[in-house]
Each structure stands twice: as structure tokens, then as C-alpha cells.
Nanobody, 128 residues
Framework: QVQLVESGGGLVQAGDSLRLSCAAS????????MGWFRQAPGKEREFVAA????????YYADSVKGRFTISRDNAENTLYLQMNSLKPEDTAVYYC?????????????????????WGQGTQVTVSS
């Protein structure tokens, strides 16, 4: 089992940057594929980015590709999301999540029901 705690959210202006962190405790952080999701008021939780557990390969939602970067530091048990060129439509609660599944090299889990553990979320608000 792994416990996840997000931090780094806040209120910023359009065009600004933020870096979210997700500290993991428990067993074998490096053995999980990790993901970021977000949920805006009145909307479904949506996939943002994922990083594979073994080869560290990356996958992004089209809406954030080229602006957001997911990374992980297995030695520090921490997941990151660098968010640049933020837009008002990026406003949401951002969640990190851990997936313990085993997948083929080309498959990236992007559904929220594929993730086993979740943090409590951190609010990101982007003003125009």
C-alpha cells in the first residue's frame, strides 16, 4: 500500500507556472505507475499525465501536451507535475494516483478506475 500527499497548488495568473509535488510513503514507490488527474467543479475527473513504473515512459492528455511535464524521483519517493503556460481552463483540483498494474510497453493507464491509491488533492486556480 502507498499513501500519497499532494502539495504545490495555488492561485496564479494565466501564463504562469506551478510545480505540483506528490510525496509517497509506504512500500516500493518505484513499483507503481504514477498519474496525475484533475477535476473541475461540475466535471468528471480527467486524466492529465502518467509515468510508467519501469522504463519511465510518459503519456499526456492532449489538452496539456507541450505545457505540462510529469517526472518522478524514486530515491525521494516523489512525483512531480511541472505546469507551464497555465490557462484558466486548467483550474481544478489536481490528484496524484498510483497504479500497481502490469501493462504492455505501449499501454498507458488513463482511466481513474485503473488507479488503486489516491491523494487528497491540491487546488490549482488560474485567473485570466
Amino acid at each position: 500500500q502507498v499513501q500519497l500527499v499532494e502539495s504545490g497548488g495555488g492561485l496564479v495568473q494565466a501564463g504562469d507556472s506551478l510545480r505540483l509535488s506528490c510525496a509517497a510513503s509506504g512500500r516500493a514507490f518505484s513499483s507503481y505507475t504514477m498519474g496525475w488527474f484533475r477535476q473541475a467543479p461540475g466535471k468528471e475527473r480527467e486524466f492529465v499525465a502518467a509515468i510508467k513504473r519501469i522504463d519511465g515512459s510518459l503519456y499526456y492528455a492532449d489538452s496539456v501536451k507541450g505545457r505540462f511535464t510529469i517526472s518522478r524521483d524514486n530515491a525521494e519517493n516523489t512525483l512531480y507535475l511541472q505546469m507551464n503556460s497555465l490557462k484558466p481552463e486548467d483550474t481544478a483540483v489536481y490528484y496524484c494516483a498510483a497504479n500497481r498494474g502490469v501493462y504492455s510497453r505501449t499501454y498507458f493507464p488513463a482511466r481513474h478506475d485503473e488507479y488503486n491509491y489516491w491523494g487528497q488533492g491540491t487546488q490549482v486556480t488560474v485567473s485570466s
